[in-house]
């Protein structure tokens, strides 16, 4: 497809999104973001309150916005979270699952409980939104684009305790290639975002000591932690026109770290 005007190529107009962990950090900035560009949203979030100061955000912006509670995990939520979205905004033509949580500890002490918890949300939520919204685009047979929050986490070994989320993170992009492939006949394009440390409630707590934040800084070459407003442009980037023929790619917003 060419554009022929090219001065729209990352307007979202017309658009609506669906961001999982739309209520805090890099989903509520996604979110805020896609609005921005002018598309409809609806905020997924394990807290309802942050879900519905976002969502509010966002019709400030003029445009609309629905905000749910959902535990990602759960196949019941996911599902009837979709069909209510769906039902108040009309369709959804953009996914991004951002959801995540970490639980950390020495891989030789990891608990099992531990382990299943971060697989279930970081993998798992993935997987359940992917697959539902996937379903809604193949029937509505407009395409779309589905973004897969990953990490660097997923690409290299880190010292911090981290054995299951690096292990979800790693099965996050492998499931974006796959659904990148199975779905292009579908013009359902699935890409994802893999971020280094950002300034997120989920990396601030081990921001406090002074040698995790030297052990990461010394791994980026920009030598900073990433703003969570910097997540917007390769977000945005994926769900427009302006990324038409890409898919099945792993977007490193990492500071340069995954260079080396």
């Known amino acids: 497809m060419i554009i022929s005007d090219l001065s729209g190529v990352f307007s ?3 658009k609506t999104a669906l961001v999982t962990g739309g209520g805090q950090g890099l989903g509520g900035a996604i979110a805020e973001g896609f609005a921005q560009f002018g598309a409809d949203v609806a905020v997924v979030d394990i807290n309802q309150q942050t879900a519905d100061e976002v969502a509010a955000t966002i019709t400030g912006l003029g445009r609309k916005a629905v905000a749910f ?6 196949e019941d939520q996911v599902l009837k979270t979709v069909e209510s979205s769906i039902r108040a905004l009309g369709k959804i033509d953009i996914l991004a699952t ?4 970490g639980d950390r500890a020495m891989a030789e002490d990891m608990t099992m409980q531990q382990w299943k918890r971060v ?7 993935v997987w359940l939104f992917d697959q539902a919204i996937g379903k809604h685009l193949i029937d509505r047979k407009t395409g779309g684009s ?3 929050m990953a990490s ?3 690409q290299v070994g880190i010292k911090t305790g981290n054995a299951n989320y690096c292990a979800s993170k790693g099965g996050v992009i492998a ?8 779905w292009a006949k579908y013009n359902i394009r699935v890409n994802a975002i893999a971020p280094v440390q950002f300034k997120t409630p989920l990396v601030l707590p081990l921001l406090e000591k002074p040698e995790t934040v030297k052990y990461f800084l010394d791994a980026i070459p920009l030598n900073r932690f990433g703003e969570v407003d ?3 442009g390769p977000a945005v980037f994926l769900a427009s026109q302006a990324a038409s023929m890409v898919t099945g790619i792993v977007l490193n917003v990492d500071g340069g770290m995954t260079a080396q």
């Open 12 to 14: 979202l107009e017309g």
């Open 69 to 74: 509670r959902c535990d990602v995990s759960k």
């Open 98 to 101: 951002v959801a995540g949580i």
């Open 119 to 125: 697989i279930d949300i970081n993998l798992t939520g």
């Open 146 to 148: 589905i973004i897969n």
């Open 152 to 154: 660097i986490a997923g």
């Open 175 to 182: 499931l974006t290639r796959l659904l990148a492939v199975e």
């Open 230 to 232: 910097e997540i917007v």
